[in-house]
């Protein structure tokens, strides 16, 4: 064999091999890859005020005229006592009222007529403030009867037990013909005027809840749309999770009903598969001046969208080659 036959050997063995290439890659705007992730938490309606109704006073019950599932008006009535002894007491406070006013037209009359004698020096100095203070005294007792004809005539209200707010009645704890004592619960009522959404999100989540989009309750199949009232800042330490409080912006979904809380971030997020881990972070690769650079993501997680951090609406992603890159 002739010494070039290696170098030829050689020479037909290089040109055999595949010529190596740069990776293939296509880049698109973020605006046009971009998304907006759902979340999602565990929520339930709730009413603000769960009330019982109690009686004030001392007395029969007369009447219960609502019935557990009914809705109530405000001022409605819920119940009514035997108010007879009550009455009688408004009306012993009222006759000692008249008295005492009689009494201080007397003393004022006769205030007067010793006022017009001591003018003509025909009574002591001393007289005049007797009758003076005779009047003053007649006249705190007519304010002492006013108040107490008044606290009467309240005990009277106290016999018709209206409704508060508008509400759907819970229970009744009373019964007709019982002797009720003040604090003696009646009705057990929910109130139908301040209702919420108590939802438990969780911490990673609860910062894009005050920027979402589309705040929506759903219930078997129907969304209600809500808005944000107020975010505990408090973690439970048992289920990290936040207590997030919300209000219906149009009709309530019913007291007590259980579903989940939906709602869309505002920031665009990247998909999960465009993502790339280089090392110990992920990222995304992004077109600069023509060719690929990668762009970590500090927040972001495998499997789940990434936020896309310090990249513009016209900034262009790589949606495809990425692997290779």
Aim: with cysteine.
């Amino acid at each position: 064999m002739s010494r070039t036959a290696p170098l030829i050997f050689a020479c037909a063995l290089l040109a055999a091999l595949p010529v190596w290439a740069a990776p293939a890659w296509e880049a698109r705007p973020l605006k046009e890859v971009a998304e907006l992730p759902e979340r999602t938490a565990q929520a339930q309606v709730v009413s603000l005020n769960t009330t019982r109704m109690s009686a004030e006073i001392a007395a029969p019950i007369l009447a219960l005229p609502v019935e557990p599932g009914q809705v109530i008006r405000r001022g409605e009535v819920l119940a009514r006592l035997d108010c007879r002894d009550h009455e009688i007491a408004a009306r012993r406070a009222e006759s000692q009222l008249e008295a005492s006013t009689a009494r201080a037209r007397l003393a004022a009359l006769q205030l007067e007529r010793a006022q017009r004698l001591l003018a003509e020096n025909f009574i002591s100095r001393d007289l005049i403030d007797a009758r003076q203070a005779e009047h003053d005294a007649a006249r705190a007792a007519v304010a002492v009867d006013r108040s107490a004809l008044e606290a009467a005539r309240r005990q009277v209200e106290k016999c018709v037990v209206r409704a508060p707010f508008r509400a759907i009645v819970a229970e009744r704890l009373g019964q007709v013909g019982e002797m009720t004592a003040p604090g003696s619960p009646l009705l057990a009522l929910i109130d139908t005027s301040r209702i919420e959404v108590r939802a438990e999100v969780q911490a990673a989540d609860a910062g894009s809840l005050t920027t979402a989009r589309e705040l929506r309750f759903r219930l078997d199949g129907e969304a209600y749309p809500v808005r944000l009232a107020r975010l505990s800042p408090a973690i439970d330490p048992a289920s990290r999770l936040r207590e997030a409080r919300l209000r219906f912006t149009g009709r309530s979904a019913p007291v007590g009903a259980s579903g989940r809380l939906i709602w869309r971030e505002a920031a665009a997020h990247l998909p999960p598969e465009l993502l790339v881990r280089r090392g110990a972070q992920l990222g995304v690769f992004v077109e600069a001046a023509g060719r690929p650079r990668f762009h970590p993501l500090p927040a972001a997680q495998e499997g789940r969208p990434a936020r896309a951090e310090g990249l513009g609406a016209d900034s262009r992603i790589v949606v495809r080659g990425q692997g290779a890159l």
